[in-house]
């Protein structure tokens, strides 16, 4: 998750001569696709298709982190339970 927004925070600092925490926000806020206080437009096709494949990315990314999270959670408790 850490490259994955690391990755289009330096994208859009670049790109669009941000500065970094305009940057960061404006990754996770498009990333999650959140839209929350963006009044940034996508106006070049490359920039619209980085956007496109980080919010694909980020779906999965952000997704499989929540997985083994709560997975490893679970298995605790259940090797606790198991245990008593």
């Known amino acids: 998750v850490l490259v994955w927004v690391s990755t289009a925070t330096i994208f859009y600092a670049r790109y669009y001569d941000w500065p970094i925490p ?3 926000f404006y990754a996770v806020d498009a990333g999650m696709s959140i839209g929350f206080c963006t009044d940034v437009h996508e106006t070049e096709v490359g920039s619209r298709a980085f956007t496109i494949v980080h919010i694909l ?23 606790r339970s198991a245990a008593v």
Not at 59 to 79: N, Q, R, Y
């Open 22 to 24: 305009q940057s960061f």
């Open 57 to 79: 990315l980020g779906a999965s990314c952000v997704g499989g982190a929540l997985v083994l999270f709560v997975s490893s959670i679970l298995e605790g408790v259940a090797s």
